[in-house]
């Protein structure tokens, strides 16, 4: 190489490490809501010694904490996951780790695809909200599916969510966007932030512009979560009528086809969808199986990345800020 060839390699090497310190620098690197957590029974049977437990609690544990996940949204099938997190509370808070619990409304594989003719699940779900948790009340219910969209409108999904309105929590569906539409129309509400003119709902009177600006941004009442947010690749465009529609809509983004391209980063039309609303947006690890345990610090890893290619603050409401105001989680400190 000849001296102008080594200045120009040296000058070349420079900008290369430039580049990358750049692209480390923006990284995200604030701690994580996990919007979209299973404990299922693959993952640990936690009345059976191992090898029921390929992944017991402080396995799980250290994921979070080594992926700077500092709150989790937590559901199992059966319920015993989310109870053995929301339990063991000095495990959790030596990992840094508040737990969020969701009631799940399956006993099992088969409730999948009956929970929604099922009229036994409501009373699965008013026994285990009695119940509680050691971690506090149940926060929400769910993940629930509905693979036939139609099915959102049996009388299971009837009354979950008019009991989801009436005790102010939040519901994680993996559904069709048809089955938004329809969800919604079960509440009073309807999916909005001040009652539809001619229903006034007792304790929820009009607002002012101000209360109504911190209710859209979460933290009061029902939110519907809406697990993937179009895992079948509903149309972009379609995404932002339901989020215009619906203030009370939450957008989780696990396995959303079409949300990443080049680099890891934001595909333009997310990334644009994602600036309009930045309050409504969640990430989520769904460990619906265990290779999604093994792989938890990539997927946070991959989050980061496009969280990194956001203005500061938007990335910080959708990787923390949105699901700790929707729970009232304390932010950490460190
Ligand atoms: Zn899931």
Not at 226 to 241: K, S
Not at 293 to 314: C, H, I, K, N
Request: with cysteine.
């Amino acid at each position: 190489m000849s001296a102008v060839g080594l200045i120009r390699f040296s000058g070349l090497a420079l900008v290369a490490g430039w580049v990358l310190s750049a692209a480390a620098q923006q990284t995200y690197t604030g701690p994580l809501f996990d919007a979209h957590l299973h404990y299922n029974d693959e993952a640990c049977v936690h009345d059976a010694p191992a090898p029921g437990c390929p992944h017991p609690l402080p396995d799980v544990l250290a994921r979070m904490q080594t992926s700077g996940v500092r709150a989790v949204l937590a559901n199992s099938r059966p319920n015993d996951g989310t109870r053995a997190l929301a339990t063991a509370r000095e495990q959790t808070h030596a990992a840094g780790v508040t737990v969020v619990p969701f009631v799940r409304l399956y006993r099992n594989r088969a409730d999948y695809n009956n929970w929604f003719r099922d009229g036994t699940i409501v009373d699965l779900v008013q026994a285990e909200l009695a119940k509680g948790t050691p971690a506090g009340p149940y926060r929400g219910l769910g993940e629930f599916h509905l693979y036939d969209s139609a099915n959102a409108n049996g009388p299971v999904a009837k009354q979950l969510m008019a009991l989801a309105e009436d005790k102010n929590l939040a519901i994680l569906a993996h559904v069709d966007d048809a089955a938004i539409d329809l969800l919604m129309a079960h509440t009073l509400l309807k999916g909005q932030i001040d009652p539809p003119p001619g229903r006034p709902k007792a304790d929820q009177p009009p607002r002012g512009a101000a209360t109504r600006a911190a209710a859209e941004r979460g933290g009061d009442g029902l939110r519907l979560i809406w697990a993937h947010t179009g895992i079948g690749g509903t149309p972009v465009a379609r995404v932002e009528q339901l989020m215009a529609r619906y203030p009370r809509l939450m957008g989780e983004l696990s396995y959303r086809p079409g949300l990443t391209c080049d680099g890891g980063q934001l595909c333009p039309e997310w990334r644009a969808l994602l600036l309009k609303y930045p309050d409504r947006f969640m990430i989520g690890s769904d460990t619906w199986i265990n290779q999604r345990w093994l792989y938890y610090g990539e997927l946070m890893q991959g989050y980061r990345t496009w969280l990194g290619g956001l203005p500061a603050d938007v990335a910080r409401r959708i990787g923390w800020d949105n699901g700790a105001r929707l729970f009232g989680v304390p932010t950490p400190k460190n």
